[in-house]
């Protein structure tokens, strides 16, 4: 019995139509990273995985993709990693792990920045600092698949390391602007600072639980208050502390109010008040520079990864139901834990995949970026098809996407080929036409047809 051809859950495969889309996605993003003047890069699908473990929080690390080890991977278990699998028939807690650091070395990346942070530790003799690029590839995360969430999803990253200027944050506000601008999304840019929120957990005397703070309260949108609520209790954070909480994360207002609120909140925590100071300084640069960008400052937004340290950033789609599309923030020593500390850094990422859910849901891809061929020509045979080929190559000179069909086939055949590729413009040269030196040219989108002279074929078709 032959096998059902199949793919792992949450991976998909691309058609070309969804290629030529995403393209057109690509393109438009990568233009605006290259007009702020980044540079691409590119790093392995794989790394090490001492690379990737402890940078995600426990939550992250249980994400990774680990790669088994080829060959032999099994040399060099103990007797008691063997003991287990017999006793178990498959591994969990501790001899998991002893099992998992054995037989795996490497694993798939599950982001773009710790992958950046590795290599400009790896290269800072070749690089210039402060160090601006973008990348634009897949990653992997071992989550639960479901609508708009993917084991293997595409990000474009945009990063500088090498300067703790607030300036980065401000530029990358206005990258998220015109990303979002030139694709025609309606979004709200959401933005807070990990100090406050630091200052917000020693103001409720829990700075020793910082993280499970964090993580519980980026949490809310999806689970509640009372649950994020039920979560902390969980964690060992008391009722009065919990109760102090509340109305920080129910603050409402503009953001200037909530700046001054906060004030009030974390005078106590120097932290505290040094992210509310780059909040203010971050959001004079966008007032004075002017911007149509729906920003909001939002004190429950902590974004769970471990190594932000400064302001953090969340974009969502206002009219369209999905999670986050874009996310990102600062990190002051992400490059510390390979060798060279004190290198901060800032970067935002794009998640491609759901900016192209959200597109396809709202029609926003332009026509022309479903359209892989421009011009067919019919396949007549004979002389006919060499002065057919003849013309092909003029129109493709000029750098119109066009091709002939391969056969010289029923001509209904071939206007069904070009209906069903969706080809906007058949080219006929037949007997006729031959003989009058011009061809004959059908808009398949109006049905109309007129004539164009040989010589005059490329410039009837670009106007």
Not at 106 to 118: C, F, Q
Not at 206 to 217: E, F, R, S
Not at 283 to 307: K, M, Q, T, V, W
Not at 381 to 395: D, F, K, M, N, T
Request: hydrophobic share 40%.
């Amino acid at each position: 019995m032959a096998q059902k051809p199949s793919i792992p859950k949450g991976t998909r495969d691309f058609s070309p139509l969804e290629m030529m889309r995403r393209t057109y996605m690509f393109d438009t993003i990568k233009n605006v990273f290259r007009a702020y003047g980044y540079a691409p890069l590119e790093t392995p699908a794989m790394e090490n995985l001492s690379t990737l473990t402890g940078k995600y929080g426990e939550e992250g690390d249980k994400l990774l993709f680990k790669i088994l080890n080829s060959g032999d991977f099994t040399r060099g278990l103990t007797p008691a990693d063997v003991q287990a699998i017999a006793a178990e028939g498959e591994l969990s807690g501790a001899s998991a792990n002893a099992m998992a650091a054995r037989i795996c070395e490497k694993g798939l990346r599950y982001d773009l920045t710790v992958p950046l942070a590795r290599y400009a530790v790896q290269h800072q003799a070749e690089i210039v600092f402060p160090f601006r690029r973008y990348q634009v590839q897949p990653v992997w995360r071992a989550d639960r698949p479901q609508k708009g969430r993917y084991r293997e999803f595409y990000q474009c990253d945009v990063d500088v390391i090498g300067t703790r200027s607030l300036l980065c944050e401000f530029e990358l506000v206005k990258i998220v602007e015109r990303v979002f601008g030139d694709l025609g999304i309606n979004v709200t840019l959401k933005l807070n600072n990990r100090k406050i929120l630091y200052g917000i957990a020693e103001t409720i005397g829990h700075a020793d639980k910082m993280t499970d703070i964090t993580v519980a309260i980026d949490k809310l949108d999806k689970i509640g208050l009372e649950n994020v609520e039920a979560e902390l209790a969980a964690k060992g954070i008391g009722a009065e502390a919990i109760g102090k909480l509340r109305p920080i994360l129910e603050l409402s207002g503009t953001n200037a109010e909530k700046l001054g609120r906060m004030k009030e909140v974390v005078a106590a925590s120097e932290t505290g008040l040094r992210g509310i100071a780059e909040t203010e300084e971050l959001f004079s640069y966008i007032a004075a520079a002017g911007s149509n960008l729906d920003i909001e400052l939002d004190l429950s937004l902590a974004r769970g990864l471990n190594y932000y340290t400064g302001a953090i950033f969340e974009v969502k789609a206002k009219d369209h139901a999905i999670g986050s599309i874009c996310g990102g923030g600062r990190y002051d020593d992400l490059t510390g834990i390979f060798g060279m500390p004190g290198m901060s850094g800032v970067g935002i990422s794009f998640g491609a995949d759901r900016i192209y859910d959200v597109m396809l849901a709202l029609n926003l891809f332009p026509e022309e970026a479903a359209i892989a061929t421009r011009v067919l020509f019919v396949n007549f045979g004979g002389v006919e098809q060499l002065a057919s080929l003849r013309l092909l190559q003029q129109v493709r000179d000029a750098g119109i996407p066009s091709e002939i069909y391969p056969e010289p086939a029923k001509m209904k055949k071939q206007m069904e080929y070009a209906n069903r590729r969706g080809i906007p413009f058949v080219v006929i040269v037949g007997e006729d036409e031959l003989a009058a030196q011009t061809a004959t040219v059908k808009d398949m989108r109006s049905g109309e047809q007129q004539r164009a002279a040989f010589d005059r074929l490329v410039h009837f078709l670009r106007s």
